[in-house]
């Protein structure tokens, strides 16, 4: 894939964001890209490849959100982007330029993802690439409650660490008391959870929730694994409320 | 390694293919490498390090195979490329401006490989390298047999999907009639497998063969991993013959 | 963390030197860069966050050592340079030019090393960063004992490879007596091993003792895992004598 990206655009700066995304795991792969993306400079294009329905009637689609391109499959990879910017334009990679002569039913990341974004590296406007994709796909996320008094989600995620990653942001817990996260708690499986900083405000070995680095809330055992507890399993319910 | 090859030649793009060759695995690193290379552009530089032998007698070489150049050591790397680019030619390193100072008896990827790497990417002529390599190593492969009925080959290896690739070409299954592989199925290790275009073509954890992204055959499980399988070792026969 | 730099640094070349340090192990992180860094080009930036105290009051630093230059947590990652670089020039991170505009409590590698990093990749002067750090961590590490007739150390780290480094480096070894390392051999939790100059100076599957591409001396199976041995653990004495 990146010798199909480097033909096309051989100036391109390659960076590999992750080599940890479980195979075909579409969810883990649209939270690390979450992640990653706003640390970039503007105008990086982002090439984002789980594809378990690679050689199905799964659409290869291209987009625009924010300061960014991005290409891959059309199979929810784009969720959060999706989410977080509704203006986002979306199109099919239809354009025949943009595909490598042969195309692999099991390969689309070398013939036509990677040659997409390179000719997007190249400047190649988004229009270019086919037609505007009205309806692209989103994961089917769990629900989650936000108010005044507390919130309500799930553990969605294990990341490289151990630290269970929920479906709660940053800025839902934002919409808390307005003194402030001070005094809240989390519960999950069972366990209550002190809400702190930093994993430096817990004995080693404790476990937290915090804000993580992807700015959602995280639940972890400092210097440790969360995700060695059956209690915190992907799925669980975390609840955060005031204490006591 | 990188920092060697930086040191030569600055503005070199640098691209890992695989951190994945389990080690001293000579056979998986030259099929990764015929696998990658093609996607490449013209005169890329490939240096291969699967290297059980460092500091013994086998010679350090670099040839120049098709449209691209290699760097490694002589013993079996490049077996694949040696096969399907009959005018290759190999030289010794030799020429003792392309080493670094002292040479580590167990790092020459390091010491020999990086910089000559460098040398040819800053162009240096391959004919400066040193001495013609007459019979560089070549694997001892499995035997194969191709016709018309139908083919005979061997599971050579399990890639990071659980896919198990043989050592049966893409090319070598045009040899079937004329009618093309539909009507063609696959019989490995007592096991019977639809010989199939895409791994969705199959239902989710159903076993099938394909084309695989290296243009070989391929033994793999739809979201699965076929290399759990006991009957699927590697050097287990795989034959492709007329259904029914 | 790469996104960070190539903001403030767009034209920088990244490298990776590793994806195998264990989470927390900044033992690892240090030898590991003791082990990479020479081989780079003058006035190359590295950047190493191994940091089980991020969010604590563990000082963010950047120093200048030989022809390099250092970003990082101050907590040890860098002993091993400040040993051989009685000169290096350490500075806190403090100028806040350096830093993105808000600083999460758990991803100091984004927000603050990452921007240093990228700011002295452009050549801005050491002095710009911040005041200095006159007494910069260092790991407590294991004592060692050298001699005109033998060495003792310790097992220190096994790497990817189940190679057991120890704290003993070649330049130690060159202590012994005059008639350099013939007639040398290691001892090591019960096991008599000999000094050998590569690999393959012992038959497959056979332990030995060697200096390493680390230029310390490691404890090797050929082509298999000394880790795999109870005996040979991390704090074993290793111990390097005259012969008979």
Redesign the interface.
């Known amino acids: 894939?990146?010798?199909?990206i480097?033909?096309v655009c051989?100036e391109a700066?390659?960076?590999?964001i992750s080599?940890e995304i479980p195979?075909?795991d579409v969810a883990a792969g649209a939270l690390t890209l979450e992640a990653?993306?706003?640390?970039?400079?503007p105008a990086?294009v982002f090439l984002a490849v789980v594809d378990?329905?690679?050689?199905?009637e799964r659409r290869p689609i291209a987009l625009a959100a924010g300061r960014f391109l991005f290409v891959g499959p059309d199979n929810g990879l784009f969720t959060f982007l999706l989410d977080a910017q509704p203006l986002a334009r979306v199109r099919l990679i239809a354009n025949p330029i943009l595909r490598r002569p042969r195309v692999?039913?099991?390969?689309q990341g070398?013939d036509i993802f990677?040659p997409a974004a390179g000719h997007l590296a190249r400047e190649l406007a988004l229009d270019e690439v086919g037609p505007v994709v009205p309806d692209p796909v989103r994961l089917a996320l769990p629900a989650k409650t936000c108010g005044a008094d507390g919130c309500l989600g799930v553990v969605v995620r294990a990341d490289r660490?151990g630290n269970l990653v929920t479906n709660l942001l940053e800025k839902d817990l934002d919409s808390l008391a307005a003194g402030g996260r001070q005094g809240f708690e989390i519960v999950a499986g069972g366990l209550t959870l002190p809400l702190v900083?930093?994993?430096?405000?817990v004995p080693i070995g404790s476990l937290c929730a915090?804000?993580?680095?992807s700015s959602r809330l995280e639940i972890a055992i400092r210097?440790g694994r969360a995700d060695g507890l059956p209690q915190l399993a992907t799925g669980v319910a975390v609840s955060v409320h005031r204490a006591g």
Not at 1 to 4: R, T, V, Y
Not at 197 to 201: K, P, Q, W
């Open positions: 894939m990146k010798g199909a480097l033909t051989p700066t390659l960076v590999d080599h195979a075909h990653a993306c706003d640390s970039f400079p990086t378990p329905g690679v050689g199905s692999s039913p099991v390969f070398r990677g660490f900083r930093a994993y430096s405000d915090l804000i993580g680095s210097q």
